[in-house]
């Protein structure tokens, strides 16, 4: 199937098909057979305790996270999780935009294509990837237990990095979610007798966290999302399992159960930046609070202007040290090094403040320890006193007060 077009009002045959994109429709459906790679997973469900809005209750999770753990494949794969029902509640998970071709037996859909798997049981799923590329998501599939059992799919292309955009540096994966202090059966058994609208959540979520702007501190159900980072435009580039022109706003909408993907580019100042999502809606009785997050934007953080010698020249060892010079500079700069290279450090006390001994370890190396000395270093003297010749290999290094060693760390 595919989706050329859509608009508002009455569907005029006359007119509206010729607006239709006819040159590049979003694929939607399209049955491939699956390779034969397989991984395999395991899914326990089971209640943990979980506190959100100063409220304390059992909840279904699965492997007792919430939002669940994250499943990473292959495009073509199959993908086996073995589900153990540790809890009260019969389950069954769905793969949600996954197309299944020629094997629906473990979609999903209790007493559909499969019976519920009881407590006390296991079944294992079998999830058969086609053309599916991007990011989709899990979810049980038996009355409102998605609620809190969900988590996200994460499929990868056959090739290593073989995007149809630049390769992003990092992936994180964004769950929208609800939040009820009370029970989730208890608002569905409600809202069925009832014959209205479910009660309205206490709180909307992202990644299982509601945020700092509700008192006390999507897989959503039925709510469209809007979706914002504060200072950044992002880049649409795929939803459902599928990729798409690319799309650039500062603000997405998402419904219920979508999938999208999306380009983020860390090119503000090095801060802390809100992401937030809030309810769409028209009319009726809905949530109106907003769910926060933080992102720690971290692009270029780190210089390559780290000094080879100190910024500052004086008497290191000195009995005083005026108090000007006791306080360092801060700075995020690097030496960025070739593989294999050989490096000369020398770590030069100080009476700064107080002297004190201090081990001094350079995570994952050894080093030759080729010479020390007293008071400040001299490259042209001390350096002619280094043994080259059978220095010891050490992995940490005393060092002393108002002592300048020198060290070959290869």
């Known amino acids: 199937m595919n989706i050329l077009d859509c608009g508002y009002a009455n569907f005029g045959k ?5 607006i239709c994109s006819h040159v590049e429709p979003a694929l939607m459906v399209e049955l491939i057979v699956s390779k034969n790679n397989c991984t395999q997973t395991r899914f326990e469900l089971r209640d943990a305790p979980y506190t ?23 495009k073509g794969e199959t993908v086996i999780v073995d589900v153990y029902n540790r809890a009260h509640d019969n389950i069954t998970i769905h ?35 086609s053309d599916e590329e991007g990011t ?60 209205g ?4 959540s206490d709180a909307f979520l992202i990644n299982g966290q509601p945020g700092d702007l509700y008192r006390c501190s999507r897989s959503v159900m039925n709510n469209i999302m809007f979706f914002s980072i504060a200072n950044h435009t992002i880049t649409v580039v795929g939803s459902d399992g599928s990729y798409t022109k690319h799309l650039k706003s500062d603000i997405i909408a998402i419904s219920p159960g979508q999938t999208i993907d999306f380009l983020l580019e860390a090119n503000q100042k ?15 009785n809905y949530d109106n609070t907003t769910t926060t997050a933080i992102i720690e934007s971290i692009r270029g953080v780190c210089g ?35 593989y294999n290279s050989t490096v000369e450090l020398v770590f030069q006390g100080t009476n700064a403040v107080a002297g004190v ?54």
């Open 14 to 18: 006359n007119n509206d098909p010729e």
């Open 52 to 74: 959100r809005l100063c409220t304390n209750k059992t909840i279904l999770t699965i492997n007792g996270q919430f939002p669940g753990p994250t499943i990473y494949a292959t």
């Open 95 to 129: 793969w949600h935009g996954v197309k299944m071709p020629r094997y629906p037996w473990s979609d999903g859909p209790e007493y559909v294509t499969q019976c519920p798997i009881r407590p006390g049981k296991k079944f294992s799923q079998k999830i058969v990837l």
């Open 136 to 195: 989709l998501w899990w979810h049980a599939h038996s009355e409102w237990s998605r609620a809190t059992v969900h988590g996200a799919l994460i499929i990868h292309p056959e090739k290593k990095n073989d995007y149809p955009f630049p390769n992003p540096h990092a992936e994180v994966p964004i769950m929208l979610g609800e939040w009820w202090n009370s029970d989730v059966e208890e608002v569905m058994n409600e809202f069925m007798e009832s014959e």
């Open 197 to 200: 609208d479910p009660s309205v």
């Open 270 to 284: 090095p801060d802390h930046y809100y992401m937030a999502s809030r309810v769409y809606a028209s009319a009726g």
């Open 304 to 338: 390559n202007d780290f000094p080879s010698d100190p910024p500052l020249t004086f008497n290191y060892t000195a009995d005083f040290i005026p108090r000007d010079l006791w306080r360092p500079e801060n700075g995020t700069d690097v030496v960025v090094l070739d």
């Open 357 to 410: 001994d201090h081990p001094m370890h350079l995570h994952g190396y050894s080093f030759y320890v080729v010479g020390w000395g007293y008071g400040n270093f001299d490259k042209d003297k001390d350096t002619l006193n280094y043994n080259l010749v059978d220095p010891p290999l050490m992995g940490l290094l005393q060092f002393q007060e108002m002592v300048g060693q020198q060290s070959d760390s290869r």
